[in-house]
């Protein structure tokens, strides 16, 4: 998927284990810089395990309903900079649900690149027919993931989800 300044690289096996090497490894299939702070948030090791074994377990190079690399193709005068991780957390439930995440280098964050990825995952979520509602988990500590939110048209749904938890709407 590519945006007005991004492009989105879905995840495949390789990519992950170029990863599990290294951020450098990663840099070099990616064609960009990987930033120090790489990687963001919740996207940490464990994830790049798990990801690792459904990709080995489902004998796939690549899956439905992925996560992507996030690159940003100008960004500071330099070309072609990782700036975050983003995707669904599996492919739509039997009601047309599907749970999208997003986690942005902490040097990347304010330059709209959050807001611009969530928009690239909605009309791919919604172009597909079996997808009726996009939806967002985070919580009261995360204002900045509320923002995006709002800013992205998720309405706020009070008591479903998690008890930490603020479960954001987008319906097709």
């Known amino acids: 998927m590519r945006t ?29 810089t990987v930033p120090p702070a790489w990687p963001p948030g919740e ?16 004998g796939r190079s690549e899956l439905d309903w992925c996560s992507f690399y996030v690159i940003a193709r100008e960004h500071e005068g330099m070309q072609r900079v990782l700036v975050a ?38 009309e791919n979520a919604l172009a597909s027919p079996i997808v009726k509602r996009v939806v967002a988990n985070t919580s009261d500590a995360n204002p900045a993931s509320i923002a995006v939110l709002e800013k992205c048209g998720f309405v706020r749904k009070r008591g479903v989800g998690e008890p930490d938890s603020i479960r954001f709407e987008r319906m097709k």
Do not use: C, N, W
């Not at 300044?5 to 096996?13: F, I, N, S």
């Open 4 to 32: 007005r300044r991004l492009e989105l690289v879905a995840m495949t096996l390789p990519l992950v284990e170029a990863e599990l090497v290294s951020s450098a490894q990663l840099g070099v299939h990616l064609e960009a």
């Open 43 to 58: 996207y940490d090791r464990d994830a790049l395990e798990f990801f690792r074994r459904k990709f080995v377990e489902e």
């Open 85 to 122: 991780a983003a995707g669904y957390h599996g492919p739509p439930d039997d009601a047309g649900d599907i749970e999208l995440g997003y986690s942005v280098v902490e040097d990347a964050r304010g330059r709209g690149y959050a807001i611009e990825t969530v928009l690239a995952l909605i």
